[in-house]
């Protein structure tokens, strides 16, 4: 089941140098969800360098493709993708509260791909980690050469860059799921 095409909006705060656009393909194949990070004008775009395919800290650091998940309440999941291959996944309880890593049933498949000027995460993962999600974010942080940072949301609200505010999670996912 296609649930569609999300432009995400640069922070006014750190406008990117290079890159054009960002939209997240968001699809559920039986029981697999697959989110597709499209980065337009990606030629200076900062990749990190393949590793292997497990949980590691501080992946936001550099080129970082990132979902939130909220739950009913103020609970909330952040997952974090980087096109190296490495994820993480943590628990809240509350925003910005004590977080743990959350569990995830199977490890995400990453894979990224150039063509032309554009650059292509793309990120399998179990559809049960939307099981009891009422609405999502959709985030990215963008590096480019010379170490310029770019913040990539469905919606910042006001202030600095922040994903974990809550008004950032405008994917509501029962909305998106109704025929």
Known sequence: MALGTFSLI???QTPAVGVKSLRVEWEARGDALVLRYCVGGAGGLVLPAPAAPERHDDLW???CFELFLGREGTTYQEFNFSPS???ATYGFADYRGQSHDADMPIAPVIAI???GDEAVCEVRLPRAILDGAVCAGLT???EEAGGHKSY???DHGEGRPDFHKRSCFTLQLAAAEAP
Do not use: D, E, G
Request: charged share 15%.
């Open 113 to 115: 791909t150039r063509a």
């Open 140 to 142: 990215a942080v963008i």
């Open 10 to 12: 640069c922070h006014p």
């Open 152 to 154: 990539w949301a469905l």
């Open 61 to 63: 650091k550099t080129t």
């Open 85 to 87: 291959s490495r994820w």
